[in-house]
């Protein structure tokens, strides 16, 4: 790290170009100082804003698929350039948004956007607005929540997160150091938002003085103007077909098969929804993630179902929960799910049980605890 000065002004130089070995100690001389803010009302503020989109983004996402995205990365990257557009205003209440505020942002838009999942409102909350009378115990009534149930019900669970948070983070990050992907990548992220360029020697002149530094500070400008401009054109093309969806309602689900005459294929819901939204959740989960479901996809509802349906196991109403296909393929899926989680349960305490076993038998038992 080199030091020099513009202008009377003390500033530190980072070089780009760091090791992997170098990452830890680059986090911990990133460019903040002890005068730097932490807990901030604008980061909460921008946080909530933030986290309130995606949490209706997850809702919508969760009770159709079951699955939401944490959104630390998109959290900590729409925080940086509202505050980054922002402070070209000259609005003094929005200049010197540091990393660690960042930080806050992305933590407190974390904390709502998953609270749909953290509070079973994709998962067993509509599940017990499903039941009917004669399915609960001793034939009760619905059950179905008002709004402030509900609002209780999200604070009673965010007070209970917040204080066993606090044993999990001794466990797991600082006896453990576990290294969580997605927090480490969104680490990474933020100490690329926050530092500050090193420009090579021959961008200053005999003094010192930054000669070509503006120049530089000029071409990350253009470039991050470039991506949002990327961004506003992806959102403009987003909203446009979900505003298309309502006035021309095939959108939704295109019936590719029955066009081509085949509507078998179709009665097992094999349509095509062209929605940027999944497409984008699919950038974001990868190949590994979307081919596995896709491979799911094609031995339920492509093999199994049609297969089940034929030997008469089902009824021929492929939608009936009870009856049909579908809850067929249901029971099917969640023990899949459950014995792979059973069996690498398993394994992590037969492998913890070695590690301490060794560890005792060595007389290291304190750095297995």
Request: charged share 15%; proline share 4%; net charge neutral.
């Amino acid at each position: 790290m080199e030091t020099r000065h513009r202008n009377g002004e003390h500033i530190e130089l980072k070089d780009l170009s760091t090791s992997d070995t170098d990452q830890d100690e680059e986090f911990d001389e990133m460019q903040y100082n002890e005068h730097d803010r932490h807990f901030s009302i604008r980061s909460v503020a921008v946080g909530l804003l933030i986290g309130c989109l995606m949490c209706f983004s997850n809702m919508y996402f969760g009770l159709q698929t079951g699955w939401i995205t944490m959104g630390s990365l998109q959290s900590s990257l729409l925080g940086f350039g509202v505050f980054k557009i922002l402070a070209k205003g000259k609005w003094a209440v929005f200049q010197g948004f540091g990393p660690l505020e960042n930080v806050v942002l992305q933590s407190t838009a974390v904390a709502a956007a998953t609270m749909p999942l953290a509070g079973g409102f994709v998962g067993i909350i509509p599940a017990l607005g499903m039941l009917r009378p004669d399915e609960m115990l001793n034939n009760s009534i619905e059950v179905i929540y008002n709004w402030w149930g509900l609002l209780l019900w999200g604070f009673a669970l965010a007070f209970f997160g917040v204080f066993f948070a606090v044993p999990l983070r001794r466990q797991v990050i600082l006896k453990e150091k576990l290294r969580f992907p997605s927090g480490t990548a969104t680490a990474h992220m933020i100490r690329v938002f926050h530092r500050t360029v090193q420009p090579p020697a021959d961008q200053t002149d005999a003094d010192g003085n930054f000669s070509l530094l503006q120049e530089t500070e000029k071409h990350r400008d253009t470039e991050w103007n470039k991506r949002w401009k990327v961004l506003a054109m992806s959102l403009a093309s987003s909203s446009a077909y979900a505003i298309s969806t309502y006035f021309i309602p095939v959108l939704q689900s295109i019936p590719i098969f029955t066009w081509i005459g085949l509507s078998s294929v179709t009665a097992w819901n094999w349509t095509i929804t062209p929605s940027p939204s999944y497409i984008g959740q699919g950038m974001i989960m990868g190949t590994n993630t979307g081919l596995s479901m896709l491979a799911g996809a094609i031995t339920g509802w492509g093999i199994l179902g049609p297969m089940a349906t034929k030997l008469k196991w089902v009824s021929e109403d492929v939608n009936n929960w009870e009856t049909g296909g579908k809850g067929w393929i249901l029971w099917i899926s969640l023990s899949i799910m459950m014995s792979e989680a059973i069996v690498s349960l398993l394994l992590l305490i037969g492998k913890m049980s070695y590690k301490y076993y060794k560890a005792r038998k060595e007389g290291g038992f304190q750095d297995v605890v």
